[in-house]
């Protein structure tokens, strides 16, 4: 289930060890000539309507809603439409992505014997450790294409070999930036980022059109799921179906048998299979196994999101962030606890907290920026001045988020889907970690902002339960960085998937995608939930050991 | 040229209104965004998403021009978000919905029919008397305004070149150095 990065990388893995896969993609597919797997439809352009306004990626909020709710008080829940909906589409989160694919680093996957405990918090060791997933993150960066300097970042983990790509062309705004950081005795790099800076994999280098997060890429220069589910589909031993709705893992004795789907006209049918690999993405993947009468109690917990900590600047001279790659530098200093940071988590009560992942970043679209300013004869001027998207700049922290029992997804009691089926129900709330370390290094970016002669500043969050639903800042996390929804671990009291991924209580259930995280890190959780699925599947096939470097 | 949902004294309400919402949305022809949107499902495919990969404004076939067939989900959620749900139960499986259309019109009558020979302080009174309104046809006005011109709006590219916006730059793309300079 789901045709996206984890179930692409799956479904490759799978059909070349010889086995027959049938993907199953709720969406429609944009993507491939299903005829012929090696034709592309042609159907991603530059086109800010169409991705940005009219769901052309799925999932229509009318079709497939979920609600949302902070938590019980809400009643059965306070919002219903849009909630953090990510591409429900051939190739799924991996189309609208703007592709930074960085690594976890090693303290990731223990940072509850690391830092130590949280009160109110579910922090829990991963049950593998960086070394046993090194392999599979090499595989999974050469699998996408990954452009990146393996030694620029001072804080990255350790590897086993140089990208497969150099990286891209800096944004001007990024070359700001990353110079005022670095005068603060920060360390900016190149951002790793899925999208060819060379021509790689059959596919052109990237040219730097600017419509990349959110969008599909016309050339596909990105590294979206394209080569796996290519590769998957031209060993004939693979059968992609779009716009079918899983909506039952069927269940006999302990053992999946197969599952029932609602195909595009509407009508039910039932696949038998040995395996069922599920890769709906956080939100969906409890969804199905909620849906599938599965009774673990904690499928759907420690719900994770990214919490965004957003601080820009107002310049004075223009920096056209709609030219480049999106995002082409980060820095990763605010991953690790300073000094200055643990007295500002004492003074939070917190015995710890850290940030995440900063892109440098800029605001490139115009509808978005119109519609920001108010209307009259002032917009014209606005909107040539342009002081929200030509002469700002900033960052986006992606902040860790800690997993929290009572952060979950389970069914909504009264909305259903177009089909009939109840919707994700999403209930979160902030934890006081993820406030306070916001708050702290809000103010060591603003710090950064004035270095680069910043007319003003402003920071924001995402989520900020103090907004109303509907705008961009509002309760609901903007962050489309989803996980934990179906914890990994050895022990099936405290996880619902084995450390390969495989439903403690069935076991010919695999997960491949982010539900499996047990902490979210401060980096996004692509190129770990990639490596993980090719673990996983793998594993499934007979073997662990990754193919050697062609 | 006949609209292809406004009749010809509420497609002039809606041109002046935007006019004041955005000056020189007339010119960009805004309203004609809004009409395409309102009036998507009388062209077969419907005019909800244009084509790709390229528009050929920058090299490439002209594949904007050619609007993507919808599915049958397709057009059940787009007929319902335009048309309204209307007492059709496929409609309607998570209660009524007003349409696009319908809240247009209603705007319309708000605004009343007088309103283009209105001085432009009476227009501005009036929409803003419409909060509802008004921002349901600002948000429209700048997607009219700053969208590919195959929507109807941004025409001949005039709202782009009001901003120094390229638009759509595929297959050229920007050069390194583009990227990188100032």
């Given at each position: 289930m789901g045709s996206g990065p984890g179930g692409s990388a799956a479904a490759d893995v799978l059909t070349a060890a010889g086995w027959s896969v049938v993907i199953f993609e709720k969406g429609r597919n944009h993507l491939l000539d299903l005829a012929d797997p090696s034709r592309l439809k042609g159907d991603y352009s530059n086109d800010e309507i169409k991705f940005t306004v009219r769901h052309f990626l799925g999932p229509d909020p009318f079709l497939e809603p979920r609600t949302f709710r902070r938590n019980q008080s809400d009643g059965d829940h306070a919002f219903v439409g849009d909630v953090n909906n990510v591409p429900s589409t051939v190739g799924g989160g991996g189309v609208h992505a703007d592709g930074k694919l960085p690594r976890f680093r090693e303290d990731d996957f223990h940072m509850h014997s690391e830092?130590?405990?949280?009160?109110?918090?579910?922090?829990?060791?991963?049950?593998?450790?960086?070394?046993?997933?090194?392999?599979?993150?090499?595989?999974?960066?050469?699998?996408?294409?990954?452009?990146?300097?393996?030694?620029?970042?001072?804080?990255?983990?350790?590897?086993?070999?140089?990208?497969?790509?150099?990286?891209?062309?800096?944004?001007?705004?990024?070359?700001?930036?990353?110079?005022?950081?670095?005068?603060?005795?920060?360390?900016?790099?190149?951002?790793?980022?899925?999208?060819?800076?060379?021509?790689?994999?059959?596919?052109?280098?990237?040219?730097?059109?600017?419509?990349?997060?959110?969008?599909?890429c016309p050339i596909h220069a990105k590294g979206d799921p394209l080569a796996p589910l290519q590769r998957a589909l031209l060993t004939g031993r693979a059968e992609l179906r779009p716009e079918t709705f899983v909506s039952k893992i069927n269940v006999n004795n302990g053992m999946a048998t197969g599952?029932?789907?609602?195909?595009?006209?509407?009508?039910t049918h039932t696949e038998t299979a040995r395996h069922v690999v599920l890769a709906a993405g956080a939100v969906e993947t409890p969804r199905l196994l909620l849906?599938?009468?599965?009774?673990?109690?904690?499928?759907?917990?420690?719900?994770?999101?990214?919490?965004?900590?957003?601080?820009?600047?107002?310049?004075?001279?223009?920096?056209?962030?709609?030219?480049?790659?999106?995002?082409?530098?980060?820095?990763?200093?605010?991953?690790?606890?300073?000094?200055?940071?643990?007295?500002?988590?004492?003074?939070?009560?917190?015995?710890?907290?850290?940030?995440?992942?900063?892109?440098?970043?800029?605001?490139?679209?115009?509808?978005?920026?119109?519609?920001?300013?108010?209307?009259?004869?002032?917009?014209?001027?606005?909107?040539?001045?342009s002081p929200l998207r030509e002469r700002m700049w900033g960052f986006t922290m992606q902040g860790e988020d800690l997993p929290q029992w009572t952060n979950r997804v389970d069914l909504d009691p009264t909305v259903r889907d177009v089909r009939g089926f109840p919707v994700a129900r999403i209930t979160y709330d902030s934890h006081r970690f993820e406030l306070a370390a916001s708050a702290h290094y809000g103010e060591r970016l603003t710090e950064i902002l004035h270095g680069m002669d910043a007319e003003w500043?402003?920071?924001?969050?995402?989520?900020?339960?103090?907004?109303?639903?509907?705008?961009?800042?509002?309760?609901?996390?903007?962050?489309?960085?989803?996980?934990?929804?179906?914890?990994?671990?050895a022990d099936p009291s405290t996880s619902v998937v084995d450390p390969y991924g495989r439903l403690h209580d069935v076991p010919n259930i695999v997960v491949a995608d982010s539900s499996v995280f047990v902490t979210s890190s401060g980096y996004g959780p692509t190129l770990t939930l990639v490596a993980l699925a090719l673990r996983a599947a793998r594993a499934l096939a007979g073997g662990e050991t990754p193919p050697a470097i062609e | 040229m006949p609209h292809l949902f406004f009749a010809d004294d509420d497609y002039a309400v809606i041109e002046a209104a935007c006019e004041r919402l955005i000056p020189g949305a007339t010119d960009a022809g805004v309203a004609?965004?809004?009409?395409?949107?309102?009036?998507?499902?009388?062209?077969?495919?419907?005019?909800?998403?244009?084509?790709?990969?390229?528009?050929?404004?920058?090299?490439?076939?002209?594949?904007?021009?050619?609007?993507?067939?919808?599915?049958?989900?397709?057009?059940?959620?787009?007929?319902?978000?335009?048309?309204?749900?209307?007492?059709?139960?496929e409609r309607e499986f998570n209660g009524p919905v007003v349409g696009l259309q319908e809240r247009y019109c209603e705007g319309i009558a708000a605004l009343r029919g007088d309103f283009t020979t209105r001085d432009p302080?009476?227009?501005?009174?009036?929409?803003?008397?419409?909060?509802?309104?008004?921002?349901?046809?600002?948000?429209?006005?700048?997607?009219?305004?700053?969208?590919?011109?195959?929507?109807?709006?941004?025409?001949?590219?005039?709202?782009?070149?009001?901003?120094?916006?390229?638009?759509?730059?595929?297959?050229?793309?920007?050069?390194?150095?583009e990227v990188s300079r100032p």
């Open positions: 830092h130590g405990p949280i009160d109110a918090a579910a922090l829990a060791d991963w049950p593998l450790t960086y070394d046993d997933l090194e392999p599979f993150y090499a595989e999974a960066e050469r699998l996408v294409g990954v452009a990146g300097d393996a030694g620029a970042n001072p804080f990255a983990a350790p590897r086993s070999g140089p990208y497969p790509m150099p990286p891209g062309a800096p944004m001007y705004g990024a070359t700001l930036s990353a110079g005022a950081a670095q005068r603060l005795g920060y360390h900016p790099y190149p951002a790793p980022t899925g999208a060819n800076s060379v021509p790689y994999g059959g596919r052109p280098a990237c040219n730097n059109c600017g419509f990349c997060a959110f969008y599909g599952v029932d789907y609602v195909d595009t006209h509407g009508a849906l599938s009468g599965l009774e673990h109690p904690l499928i759907g917990r420690h719900l994770m999101f990214h919490f965004q900590t957003l601080a820009m600047a107002g310049l004075r001279e223009r920096v056209h962030p709609h030219r480049g790659r999106s995002v082409t530098h980060v820095h990763d200093d605010h991953l690790v606890p300073d000094e200055r940071s643990q007295r500002a988590a004492h003074d939070a009560g917190l015995p710890w907290f850290r940030g995440g992942m900063v892109e440098h970043c800029g605001a490139s679209a115009p509808i978005q920026e119109a519609k920001l300013y108010p209307w009259g004869n002032a917009h014209a001027r606005s909107m040539r001045e500043t402003v920071t924001t969050t995402s989520p900020d339960a103090s907004f109303p639903y509907g705008d961009f800042i509002s309760p609901i996390p903007q962050s489309k960085h989803v996980m934990g929804t179906a914890r990994m671990g | 004609d965004y809004i009409d395409g949107l309102l009036g998507a499902f009388s062209t077969e495919p419907p005019r909800i998403w244009a084509g790709g990969p390229f528009s050929g404004r920058h090299g490439g076939d002209a594949g904007f021009a050619s609007f993507i067939p919808l599915t049958r989900m397709d057009e059940l959620a787009w007929r319902t978000r335009i048309e309204g749900s209307g007492g059709i139960p302080d009476e227009q501005d009174a009036r929409l803003h008397s419409h909060p509802d309104f008004t921002a349901l046809l600002y948000e429209h006005a700048c997607e009219g305004m700053y969208g590919a011109p195959e929507y109807g709006g941004n025409r001949s590219s005039s709202g782009w070149r009001a901003i120094d916006f390229e638009g759509d730059v595929q297959p050229l793309g920007y050069t390194d150095a």
